[in-house]
């Protein structure tokens, strides 16, 4: 079992910057990989950006990238999610979340586990 706890969430204007962290305990001494995503008011949960267990290979939405960054430190067994230039767009619950595998994949179902959110508020 691994647990994940979101933080760092809260109200920005656009154009600005927030942290998002995601941090494990649990069995987290096997490889997993982490992602983020994200859901807004009345739509799906959606696939945001991917990180390998060894942290080389990432992957983003398309609508995020170039903006966000997914970083992880397997050694303090956390995880970020760098977010700039933000929009309202952006606006949502974001989510970190983790599976017992390597490599990243997109679909939600993939992941074993998931934190409880934290609400990311982009105004204009």
């Known amino acids: 079992q691994v647990q994940l706890v979101e933080s760092g969430g809260g109200l920005v204007q656009a154009g600005g910057s927030l942290r998002l962290s995601c941090a494990a305990s649990?069995?987290?001494?096997?490889?997993?990989?982490m992602g983020w995503f994200r859901q807004a008011p009345g739509k799906e949960r959606e696939f945001v950006a991917g990180i390998t267990w060894g942290g080389l290979a990432r992957y983003y939405a398309d609508s995020v990238n170039g903006r966000f960054t997914i970083s992880r430190n397997n050694a303090k067994n956390t995880g970020d999610l760098q977010m700039n230039s933000l929009k309202p767009a952006d606006t949502a619950v974001y989510y970190c979340?983790?599976?017992?595998?390597?490599?990243?994949?997109?679909?939600?179902?993939?992941?074993?586990?998931w934190g409880q959110g934290t609400q990311v508020t982009v105004s204009s």
């Open positions: 979340a983790a599976r017992q595998a390597t490599a990243v994949v997109r679909p939600r179902h993939e992941y074993d586990y």
């Open positions: 649990g069995r987290t001494g096997s490889p997993y990989a």
